[in-house]
């Protein structure tokens, strides 16, 4: 008999992919597991085989080794080959040179390693005809992620934190799917007790030279002084703002309706009805011109955006405004044009 904890944790997985998954006349709904041997992800794995016949889902594991930790890399790969084996669930393992990765992008480790990891599991939902990622972040890695946004500086999008559903980055016609956002890191590790999983370790998760590592080991272990919940604090928040940012989102649309069309230089926005806009419908409108532009806002700075509102709403009848490196606004009296800059 499963104990309370493990049906609560399977539930959740349930949950997170039953959107997604046929229906009794329909085909089985494939689905990459992200498996690296750790505890977190042996959790999402034996939870998502617990409940995938009754989903109809079809699982893949796939395993990325980095390269980064010599023997312990290749052990970590060929304990999540012995797992998939002993359940008899097809598995895909590649290995990277992520260290010399980064030298040739000039990047950073933990940014290459992202990259690459991201590439591989969409090459796998690929070769399987999977339209789902499942990854293993958790509700303690929710809190760091918003702490580390909130540090650096961020928005309510950056502070709505990882979303349970969203595009996976370098393949947005795939879906990453993380059910375990909702449960802690102390949750996942009994887990793995009662259903006696023996996890791989990671030991450069316990060092100090990454930021993450040292919001996890240092910066929440000192705030928790102040607020022993403050982990569970932060993931509330985030899920708080996720519902405020839809709100935001649906009037940002309707706005943008209203006010902008696509032209035959970029995108025409009627400078009248922008400016009776509320200050964050202004702003909004903006990142929602240039998205529509060019499919993503990376790069779009908040001073940026300041920036072309003051000439915006000035007395300016003439000009042009530098918003991104490749993206600037023509000015006109009525109107204004968000359109891509010449190379």
């Not at 359940?87 to 992520?98: K, M």
């Not at 509330?236 to 703002?241: K, N, Y």
Request: glycine letters at 4%; proline letters at 4%.
């Amino acid at each position: 008999m499963i104990s309370n904890l493990v049906s609560r944790i399977r539930s959740e997985v349930a949950q997170a992919f039953e959107p997604f998954c046929a229906s009794a006349e329909g085909s089985a709904t494939g689905a990459v597991l992200a498996v690296s041997g750790g505890a977190d992800s042996l959790c999402l794995a034996d939870a998502t085989l617990a409940v995938a016949p009754r989903l109809r889902l079809h699982p893949v594991i796939a395993h990325l080794d980095h390269g980064l930790r010599g023997d312990a890399s290749a052990a970590d790969a060929e304990f999540v080959r012995a797992f998939a084996a002993e359940r008899n669930v097809p598995c895909v393992v590649e290995r990277a040179d992520v260290a010399a990765l980064a030298r040739e992008r000039k990047q950073s480790i933990e940014a290459a390693a992202r990259e690459v990891r991201y590439q591989f599991l969409a090459r796998v939902a690929e070769a399987h005809g999977a339209r789902l990622v499942a990854l293993a972040h958790h509700a303690d890695d929710q809190a760091e992620t918003v702490l580390l946004r909130l540090i650096r500086g961020t928005g309510l999008h950056g502070l709505r934190g990882m979303q349970a559903h969203d595009v996976l980055p370098a393949a947005p016609h795939l879906t990453a799917v993380r059910p375990l956002l909702r449960i802690s890191r102390a949750e996942i590790e009994q887990y793995c007790r009662e259903q006696r999983l023996q996890p791989r370790h990671d030991a450069t998760n316990d060092a100090l030279d990454h930021t993450r590592n040292r919001i996890r080991h240092e910066l929440l272990p000192f705030l928790e002084r102040y607020n022993p919940n403050i982990r569970m604090t932060l993931t509330r928040l985030a899920d708080t703002i996720a519902s405020d940012v839809e709100i935001i989102e649906q009037a940002t649309q309707a706005a943008y309706e209203r006010i902008a069309q696509p032209s035959h230089e970029g995108i025409a926005v009627d400078r009248l009805a922008w400016r009776a806009l509320p200050r964050g419908l202004q702003r909004a409108t903006l990142r929602e011109a240039v998205r529509r532009l060019q499919g993503d806002v990376t790069g779009l700075q908040y001073a940026a955006i300041e920036e072309a509102r003051d000439v915006l709403n000035s007395d300016a009848p003439t000009g042009e405004i530098a918003l991104m490196h490749n993206v600037r606004i023509k000015l006109a009296k009525r109107a204004f044009i968000v359109c891509k800059s010449a190379v």
